[in-house]
């Protein structure tokens, strides 16, 4: 407890890295507790696209005392923060194992018609809310959230979110615990001792598991892609053919859920929405692209997305400013690297697609989807879903955020506005 934690803080000392002061057991929990506090309460008087003070403060105050890499201890466990993509680079192509999701979303184009047939159920719904007026108003977070739970149940499970609705709810009532107990001090084994909320844990976490059980059981589509996905062989970490047991289907499937839903609607908020709403000369010229690209038809079809190329822009751009994945071991690095104007020159922390037309230097100055082994297998279903998402909004609305929009995006599990998005629509064609 005393030696191991100053062997490690020598050794990287000897390296010429420090870091703030470590406490025995609790590490710097309570620092880390209170510099998310305080940065979810911060409010800013103009939108503006800094936000690495809000969304990654610890990263924001060490690396100004102590450089760009440096030392902390969540409870009793060390970690390394950096920025340094080479450094990024070393760590996650070399160091990381894969696990067994390899074979990537074969059927992908596919899915198109069931992607499109979700969003325009959607907004089916928001002409509902519309009711004939010029314009309407809307907090389009939730929409989004369960516009991505529609697709990601359909596309990977064959079912419909209605169908997966419990297990959606119950992964939103877990992440409320982790999160809880991320700002809480680590303590090794302390989950398995029966307090409330670890009690709480375990019930929804059995709950969850027994709910995709019966959804896999019950449904024979949602039981030909699971075997599709994962029950064929794949190689195991020796190399040699293996496959998946039933729990760890389960496993898998309840990262597959929770992978795909949360991220892309947070890109999807920020991008469709936000972003697009701040910046009116890009909701322009996307809308120009869609309308070229897809012409008169109303729904764009697989063969329409590679023309997307300015929708693509404007992706990559959201994806550098608001990245939405913080499972990731190295958040506060992507996030760090991802506004750091010594890679992205002084206007870093501005929304300018047109950078995404330059080739980059490295290949870790941008990873929104991780690099190497783990790279998220999600990517190109959620770009997919994402610009058919935009294409089908800027289709028939023009868009601004409300005078009651609030910028304030915040970290919980992933990146997402902490007051909610709500956005003026309105309608330009029938
Ligand atoms: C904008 C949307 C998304 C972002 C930004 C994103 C980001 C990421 C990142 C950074 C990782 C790597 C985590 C690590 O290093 O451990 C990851 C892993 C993963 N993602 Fe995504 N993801 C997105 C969408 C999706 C979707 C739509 C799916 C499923 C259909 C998905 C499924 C997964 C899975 C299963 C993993 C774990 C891979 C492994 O451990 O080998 N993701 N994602």
Not at 112 to 137: C, H, N, Q, T, Y
Not at 217 to 238: T, Y
Not at 244 to 269: H, M, P, Q, R, S
Request: charged residues 25%.
């Amino acid at each position: 407890m005393i030696w191991v934690p100053l062997r490690i803080q020598t050794y990287f000392k000897k390296q010429g890295i420090s870091g703030p002061k470590n406490k025995i057991i609790v590490g710097n929990s309570a620092e880390i507790r209170r510099l998310f506090a305080a940065a979810a309460e911060s409010k800013s008087t103009c939108i503006n696209h800094d936000i690495l003070h809000r969304v990654a403060p610890l990263y924001y105050e060490w690396s100004r005392n102590y450089g760009k890499t440096f030392l902390y201890w969540f409870g009793s466990k060390p970690r390394l923060a950096m920025s340094d993509p080479d450094m990024i680079k070393e760590i996650l192509m070399n160091t990381i194992k894969s696990s067994v999701w390899r074979r990537g979303l074969l059927r992908l184009m596919g899915w198109v018609p069931e992607i499109v047939g979700s969003i325009a159920k959607m907004l089916e719904k928001w002409e509902g809310i519309r009711g004939g007026r010029d314009e309407f108003e809307m907090d389009v977070h939730k929409e989004l959230h369960d516009l991505s739970a529609d697709i990601i149940s359909r596309t990977a499970f064959g079912s419909s979110y209605e169908e997966g609705k419990r297990i959606f709810t119950l992964q939103e009532q877990q992440m409320h615990l982790v999160s809880q107990a991320l700002r809480s001090v680590y303590i090794p084994g302390f989950r398995f001792v029966p307090t409330e909320k670890n009690t709480e844990r375990r019930g929804l976490e059995n709950e969850t598991r027994e709910a995709i059980r019966m959804l896999i059981k019950n449904n024979i589509r949602a039981r030909e892609n699971s075997r599709n996905l994962l029950m064929s062989s794949f190689k195991n970490q020796e190399g040699k053919e293996d496959t998946l047991g039933v729990e760890e289907i389960i496993d898998e499937c309840k990262t597959f859920y929770f992978a795909g839903k949360e991220t892309t609607a947070n890109l999807l908020t920020w991008s469709s929405l936000i972003l697009l709403a701040l910046h009116q000369e890009w909701q322009n010229k996307a809308r120009e692209e869609v309308f070229s690209v897809c012409g008169g038809n109303d729904l764009p079809v697989a063969e329409n997305l590679n023309d997307l190329k300015i929708v693509n822009l404007i992706l990559n751009e959201t994806l550098r400013l608001y990245p939405p994945a913080a499972g990731n071991q190295l958040y506060f690095s992507l996030t760090a690297v991802h506004h750091d104007t010594d890679i992205w020159r002084e206007d870093g922390s501005e929304f300018n697609p047109s950078r995404f037309n330059e080739s980059r230097n490295h290949l870790a100055s941008f990873f929104p989807f991780g690099i190497g082994p783990r790279i998220c297998v999600g990517q190109n279903l959620a770009i997919v879903e994402a610009k058919i998402v935009l294409a089908m909004i800027i289709k028939h609305y023009s868009f601004i955020v409300s005078p009651t929009y609030v910028h304030a995006p915040m970290l919980f599990i992933s990146l997402q506005p902490q007051y909610g998005a709500q956005i003026l629509f309105r309608r330009i064609s029938n």
